[in-house]
């Protein structure tokens, strides 16, 4: 047991290891309802790499050809789970040849040996609900050869772990945790022979979490939006297990679904990739695509923000800020200091990106990855606009909070002649250095230029005393402030024009100029592209605008706009996918 867990926390794991054990002596299912259909979307190159013995799990390479996934010793508690979540199955049913089938039957089959009595790492509501799931998608792939006595086993697993979530489902943390678990046990109560009696529960309890964690904007507290998306998954998936069985959804489970489509189809940049924000990665490759089709809803976002974020997109060019503050308390486990950051993609090519979660690198990348500095925006003395509170424990984990976080996000959105027009501040800077941060990004009608504007202000007498303490401490020499502008990997980089622009060449053909006026000092320095699924993060470049406030009101003007010759539209069919276990 961890040193300074709470009570509750010990609580909690105590009360799981003792249901899991009662609840492996239970009865047994007999049988499948109905077939079962999967939905889980798998990578056909990690299936592949799985069956050579390349094991990469939480950003782990772990070569073990040949050998038990069970008898390896994991380096972290992240390998742990995610190979005690089972999503791996995923990517050897993408396979799906004999080997691969082969493979994924011993290594269930020694789950079930090992931890089938209750027993081991595995047994908390969130991943016992992500295991049930692939168990019951991939059931005929799974079942395929086998004899009655490892069928029967396998019945015996699962009914074991559906009473197991009909205890302590419930307890599950909140957000996606607890959403996994109660769509686990929806799906064994509608698949499940003897399990019947767990769907009805399963469906009100899924729909009162459904009203209680998706709020108007259909967001969630984390402001996650590959976390938005992994939910919305699991209501569709449980929506069509439920129609499926002819039992109608709970009203708020489909206003959720209703509400959460709109959302994403906002977050999403015009590559079809979600932005990257708050520990969020891109999305699985089909996965938005899929989920969406799966609602049947083809509503859009109104004009405005979507679960805090604002949206530009004209031309071959959508353009996504981060324009409210960060998650509070326990939602903000893994938020960024992120405010006023924005992400800049053209047709299917990212071009101004933030670094992204380093929560598969280790804890040293997973800090970095949530500081100002990482994001593209403005930061002033090296501090971010919320600081990281001291450690604390979060469920069975240990995470960092947000505080001192920015309160006071206004925002405007305009539709002008020329272009879309974004306008935004935080105050995360007043309480030391007495500066606003302002922001303005005018996006062309025609998606080819953007113009932008950085402000650093002393809004009012408080907040100019501030700043003048803030002065007398550095001897007047100026409070340093940096604009960040991180790129995408795949962009060529190089200084121009005597080092007074940079030119910027995407693998789509299209060039790319970025220009600022006098007062600052042009950059360029290496940075990190932060990718889940890859063993080490990729390195890349930034631009970087440094400079010095001397003053009440410091300005900042730069752009970003298409070189001339660049064509208006391109045709950009080839995609590079570079290897993940480099």
């Given at each position: 047991?961890?040193?300074?867990?709470?009570?509750?926390?010990?609580?909690?794991?105590?009360?799981?290891?003792?249901?899991?054990?009662?609840?492996?002596?239970?009865?047994s299912?007999?049988?499948?309802?109905?077939?079962?259909?999967?939905?889980?979307?798998?990578?056909?190159?990690?299936?592949?790499?799985?069956?050579?013995?390349n094991?990469?799990?939480?950003?782990?390479?772990?070569?073990?050809?040949?050998q038990?996934?069970?008898?390896i010793?994991?380096p972290?508690?992240?390998?742990?789970?995610e190979?005690?979540?089972?999503a791996?199955?995923d990517?050897?049913?993408?396979v799906?040849?004999?080997?691969?089938?082969?493979?994924?039957?011993?290594?269930?089959?020694?789950?079930i040996?090992?931890y089938?009595r209750?027993?081991?790492?595995?047994?908390?509501?969130?991943?016992?609900?992500?295991?049930?799931?692939?168990w019951?998608?991939?059931?005929?792939?799974?079942?395929?050869?086998?004899?009655?006595?490892?069928?029967?086993?396998?019945?015996?697993?699962?009914?074991?772990?559906?009473?197991?979530?009909?205890?302590?489902?419930?307890?599950?943390?909140?957000?996606?945790?607890?959403?996994?678990?109660?769509?686990?046990?929806?799906?064994?109560?509608?698949?499940?022979?003897?399990?019947?009696?767990?769907?009805?529960?399963?469906?009100?309890?899924?729909?009162?979490?459904?009203?209680?964690?998706?709020?108007?904007?259909?967001?969630?507290?984390?402001?996650n939006?590959?976390?938005?998306?992994?939910?919305?998954?699991?209501?569709?998936?449980?929506?069509?297990?439920?129609?499926?069985?002819?039992?109608?959804?709970?009203?708020?489970?489909?206003?959720?679904?209703?509400?959460?489509?709109?959302?994403?189809?906002?977050?999403?940049?015009?590559?079809?990739?979600?932005a990257?924000?708050?520990?969020?990665?891109?999305?699985?490759?089909g996965?938005?695509?899929?989920?969406?089709?799966?609602?049947?809803?083809?509503?859009?976002?109104?004009?405005?923000?979507?679960?805090?974020?604002a949206?530009l997109?004209?031309?071959?060019?959508?353009?996504?800020?981060?324009?409210?503050?960060?998650?509070?308390?326990?939602?903000s486990?893994?938020?960024?200091?992120?405010?006023?950051?924005?992400?800049?993609?053209?047709?299917?090519?990212?071009?101004?990106?933030?670094?992204?979660?380093?929560?598969?690198?280790?804890?040293d990348?997973r800090r970095?990855?949530?500081?100002?500095?990482?994001?593209?925006?403005?930061?002033?003395?090296?501090y971010?606009?919320?600081?990281?509170?001291?450690?604390?424990?979060?469920?069975?984990?240990?995470?960092?909070?947000?505080?001192d976080?920015?309160?006071y996000?206004?925002?405007?959105m305009?539709?002008?002649?020329?272009?879309?027009?974004?306008?935004?501040?935080h105050?995360?800077?007043?309480?030391?250095?007495?500066?606003?941060h302002?922001r303005?990004?005018?996006?062309?009608?025609?998606?080819?230029?953007?113009?932008?504007?950085?402000?650093?202000?002393?809004?009012?007498?408080p907040?100019?005393?501030?700043?003048?303490?803030?002065?007398?401490?550095?001897?007047?020499?100026?409070?340093?402030?940096?604009?960040?502008?991180?790129?995408?990997?795949?962009?060529?980089?190089?200084?121009?024009?005597?080092?007074?622009?940079v030119?910027?060449?995407?693998?789509?053909?299209?060039?790319?100029?970025?220009?600022?006026?006098?007062?600052?000092?042009?950059?360029?320095?290496?940075?990190?592209?932060?990718?889940?699924?890859?063993?080490?993060?990729?390195?890349?470049?930034?631009?970087?605008?440094?400079?010095?406030?001397?003053?009440y009101?410091?300005?900042?003007?730069?752009?970003?706009?298409?070189?001339?010759?660049t064509?208006?539209?391109?045709?950009?069919?080839?995609?590079?996918?570079?290897?993940?276990?480099?």
């Amino acid at each position: 047991m961890a040193k300074g867990q709470s009570w509750r926390v010990r609580r909690a794991r105590f009360l799981n290891r003792v249901q899991a054990r009662l609840c492996a002596r239970s009865r047994s299912a007999t049988g499948f309802v109905s077939q079962p259909e999967p939905r889980t979307i798998g990578f056909f190159a990690r299936g592949r790499q799985m069956m050579a013995g390349n094991l990469m799990f939480a950003g782990h390479l772990i070569e073990a050809p040949g050998q038990m996934i069970w008898d390896i010793d994991p380096p972290d508690d992240a390998f742990t789970e995610e190979i005690q979540g089972f999503a791996w199955l995923d990517d050897l049913a993408a396979v799906g040849d004999s080997q691969a089938r082969l493979l994924a039957q011993g290594w269930l089959w020694g789950w079930i040996d090992r931890y089938g009595r209750g027993t081991g790492p595995g047994w908390s509501p969130e991943l016992t609900g992500r295991r049930l799931i692939r168990w019951v998608h991939h059931a005929l792939f799974l079942l395929r050869g086998r004899e009655a006595a490892e069928s029967e086993a396998y019945f015996a697993a699962l009914a074991a772990q559906t009473r197991f979530l009909a205890r302590r489902g419930k307890a599950a943390p909140p957000g996606l945790p607890r959403f996994e678990a109660l769509t686990g046990l929806l799906y064994a109560g509608l698949s499940l022979e003897g399990m019947e009696a767990q769907a009805e529960p399963a469906r009100v309890l899924l729909g009162q979490e459904c009203a209680r964690q998706v709020d108007d904007q259909g967001g969630i507290p984390t402001r996650n939006p590959e976390e938005l998306l992994e939910v919305f998954t699991l209501l569709t998936w449980a929506q069509l297990a439920l129609d499926s069985a002819d039992i109608a959804p709970d009203p708020d489970h489909l206003s959720a679904i209703a509400r959460i489509a709109p959302t994403l189809r906002t977050l999403r940049h015009c590559d079809g990739g979600l932005a990257r924000f708050h520990g969020g990665g891109r999305g699985l490759e089909g996965r938005l695509d899929q989920a969406l089709a799966a609602s049947g809803s083809k509503k859009r976002q109104a004009d405005g923000l979507a679960m805090g974020y604002a949206r530009l997109s004209a031309g071959r060019c959508s353009l996504l800020v981060d324009a409210a503050p960060p998650p509070s308390g326990q939602a903000s486990a893994h938020a960024h200091a992120s405010t006023l950051a924005f992400e800049l993609t053209s047709g299917r090519r990212p071009l101004i990106v933030n670094c992204g979660s380093g929560g598969g690198f280790g804890e040293d990348w997973r800090r970095a990855g949530r500081a100002t500095l990482s994001h593209s925006t403005l930061c002033l003395e090296g501090y971010s606009s919320a600081r990281l509170a001291p450690a604390r424990w979060i469920g069975s984990t240990r995470r960092e909070l947000l505080e001192d976080v920015p309160k006071y996000v206004p925002i405007q959105m305009t539709h002008l002649s020329e272009g879309l027009r974004f306008e935004g501040g935080h105050d995360g800077y007043v309480s030391v250095q007495g500066l606003t941060h302002a922001r303005s990004l005018l996006l062309s009608l025609d998606g080819r230029r953007l113009k932008g504007e950085d402000y650093l202000v002393a809004l009012d007498s408080p907040a100019k005393r501030r700043f003048d303490k803030a002065m007398d401490a550095v001897r007047l020499a100026g409070l340093p402030f940096a604009v960040r502008f991180h790129l995408h990997p795949d962009v060529d980089v190089a200084l121009d024009m005597g080092g007074t622009a940079v030119s910027l060449a995407l693998r789509s053909g299209e060039i790319w100029v970025f220009r600022y006026d006098g007062g600052t000092t042009l950059t360029l320095e290496p940075s990190v592209y932060l990718e889940k699924g890859r063993l080490r993060p990729r390195a890349t470049k930034q631009i970087v605008l440094s400079g010095a406030a001397m003053e009440y009101a410091t300005r900042v003007r730069w752009s970003l706009a298409k070189a001339q010759d660049t064509a208006i539209a391109v045709r950009d069919l080839a995609r590079d996918e570079a290897d993940a276990l480099t």
